[in-house]
């Protein structure tokens, strides 16, 4: 089984913004089960969920590198380019040869 990190926005001005951000990233999620049978998806989205203000966005970005580096694949929703995070995630990825899903 291969590993595919959902890179995207997160964050936005409110929480029914950032329950929408989520959502694409399940529906995307979701497309790639049904699509790819050796491929499992990631969602840093789900893992931080509800959890804003906890600690701060620096946290959350090294641990989603954390998690990146261990998969096979990354995954850009449509949103990525309008995510700082997606664009470090993304980054990071080429660096390591690590190869978009499409």
Not at 16 to 28: D, F, G, T
Not at 54 to 74: A, P, Q, V
């Amino acid at each position: 089984m291969k590993l595919v990190y959902i890179a995207g926005c997160y964050r936005a001005p409110t929480e029914w913004l950032v329950h929408q951000n989520i959502l694409l990233a399940e529906k995307h999620a979701s497309w790639i089960m049904k699509n790819h049978q050796d491929i499992y998806p990631i969602i840093p989205h789900k893992n931080s969920q509800g959890m804003g203000g906890l600690r701060e966005d620096d946290y959350f970005l090294k641990g989603g590198l954390e998690i990146l580096s261990k998969c096979d694949f990354i995954y850009l929703l449509p949103n990525w380019t309008k995510s700082e995070g997606a664009k470090i995630e993304w980054s990071f990825a080429k660096e390591r040869g690590i190869p978009r899903l499409k």
